[in-house]
C-alpha cells in the first residue's frame, strides 16, 4: 500500500506546490521522512524483523504535513535527466557538457562504491531555498559509520532569499583501519 499512499501525498503536494516539478516533489517526500517508528526504533525490516537498512525501507515514513513545509528542495530537470543517463556505463552517449558523474545527479540521498581502500568519492548537490524564512541558515551534521570518513563543503548554507540556490559537496573516504564493506 505505500505506492497508493505517497502517489496521494504527492498529488495533495503538487496542488499546494504547483509551481514545484516532480523531482522537486520527490525531494521533499524523502528528506522530511522518518527513518523510526512511532516508537522511536529504527524501521524493522518486515521479511528479517531486524533494523532495516536504507535499501530496504527507502527514505523512510513519509510525512505529509513536513513535507508541505520544507525548507529546501533536490530538484532536477529534463537536463540533469538527460546528463545522468549519458552518465550510465551501458550507454555510448555523451552530454554537450563533456563527462558526467553519476554521483553528481542531483538526488537527495547518497551512495559511495569504493574500489579501492585509497580512493575518495567527492558527489556535488544543489539545493533550492522554498521554506518561508527567506532569512535562512542551514548546517550540515554527519553521523558515519567508524568505517568511513564523511566531510561535507561548506558546512553551512546561508539564503537571504526564496529560491535561492546553493551547492555543497560531500566527500566519502574509507578511514584506514575501516572495512570497505561497512
Not at 558526467?100 to 574500489?115: C, E, I, K, Q, S
Not at 568511513?148 to 560531500?170: A, D, I, S
Amino acid at each position: 500500500m505505500a505506492c497508493p499512499h505517497v502517489s496521494g501525498i504527492a498529488a495533495m503536494l503538487r496542488q499546494a506546490r504547483p509551481e514545484w516539478s516532480p523531482a522537486a516533489i520527490k525531494s521533499a517526500l524523502m528528506t522530511t521522512a522518518s527513518n523510526v517508528d512511532s516508537g522511536g526504533h529504527v524501521i524493522r525490516d518486515m521479511a528479517t524483523s531486524k533494523a532495516s537498512t536504507p535499501f530496504a525501507r527507502g527514505a523512510g515514513h513519509v510525512d505529509p504535513n513536513n513535507a508541505l513545509d520544507t525548507g529546501l528542495v533536490y530538484d532536477a530537470g529534463t537536463d540533469d535527466y538527460v546528463t545522468f543517463l549519458c552518465a550510465l556505463p551501458s550507454t555510448n552517449y555523451s552530454t554537450p557538457r563533456g563527462s558526467a558523474y553519476l554521483g553528481d545527479h542531483n538526488y537527495p540521498a547518497f551512495m559511495a562504491v569504493f574500489t579501492s581502500r585509497s580512493e575518495t568519492i567527492t558527489q556535488r548537490r544543489m539545493v533550492r531555498n522554498v521554506g518561508n524564512n527567506v532569512d535562512a541558515t542551514y548546517r550540515a551534521a554527519v553521523t558515519s559509520s567508524a568505517g568511513m570518513r564523511v566531510t561535507v563543503e561548506p558546512r553551512k548554507l546561508r539564503f537571504n532569499t526564496t529560491h535561492n540556490t546553493q551547492e555543497y559537496r560531500v566527500t566519502f573516504a574509507i578511514r584506514a583501519a575501516g572495512s570497505i564493506k561497512e
